[in-house]
């Protein structure tokens, strides 16, 4: 895809938005799957449904511009998605990061993504049925990076019963 407007832009960062919330509902059933903490398990579960209202979102956005959804490859979330199901491959792998960390990581990503498409959607005066839904999602995936925020500041159990790991 050529990007030579801001126009192209937008479309681009958009396939991005689709590819990454599509992927982030596989993510975050994993991560939930795979999280021990009964409270972090159900932000997380809670969200994957929130994702699917995103995924929906951008299809209403692609559908108010005339166009047919499309998914560009997000490098950054499949990187983060990678990191997490490779986990204990392999004795020389690298640590991978926790649940906690990846979701985190996942929602900085989405917000960067979000924060960029509202800008430029502005620049571009386009309207409301395109802002809006950005918005929307925007505002979930800042509240999503608040309630893991908030997490990662309490100490878990395993870190108070094995304090030569921290
Ligand atoms: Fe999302
Ligand atoms: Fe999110």
Do not use: W
């Not at 009964?38 to 932000?43: K, P």
């Not at 951008?58 to 950054?76: C, I, N």
């Not at 990061?97 to 571009?124: D, H």
Request: glycine share 4%.
């Amino acid at each position: 895809m050529n990007v030579e407007t801001i126009e192209d832009l937008f479309g681009y960062q958009l396939q991005h938005a689709y590819y990454a919330e599509r992927t982030q509902v596989e993510l975050l059933e994993e991560l939930a799957a795979d999280c021990d903490d009964r409270d972090l398990e159900s932000s997380l579960r809670e969200h994957r449904e929130e994702t699917r209202e995103h995924v929906d979102r951008l299809e209403d956005v692609f559908a108010a511009l005339g166009r047919q959804p499309r998914a560009s490859r997000a490098r950054t979330v499949d990187g983060l998605a990678e990191a997490h199901r490779n986990q204990g491959d392999g004795p020389e792998q690298e640590p991978a990061p926790s649940v906690l960390e990846t979701a985190l990581l996942a929602e900085r990503f989405e917000i960067r993504t979000y924060e960029t498409l509202v800008t430029l959607a502005g620049r571009l005066a386009y309207a409301d049925d395109v802002v809006e839904p950005l918005e929307a999602t925007l505002a979930e995936e800042r509240e999503m990076r608040r309630t893991l925020e908030e997490r990662d500041r309490i100490p878990s159990v395993a870190d108070a019963s094995s304090p030569e790991k921290a």
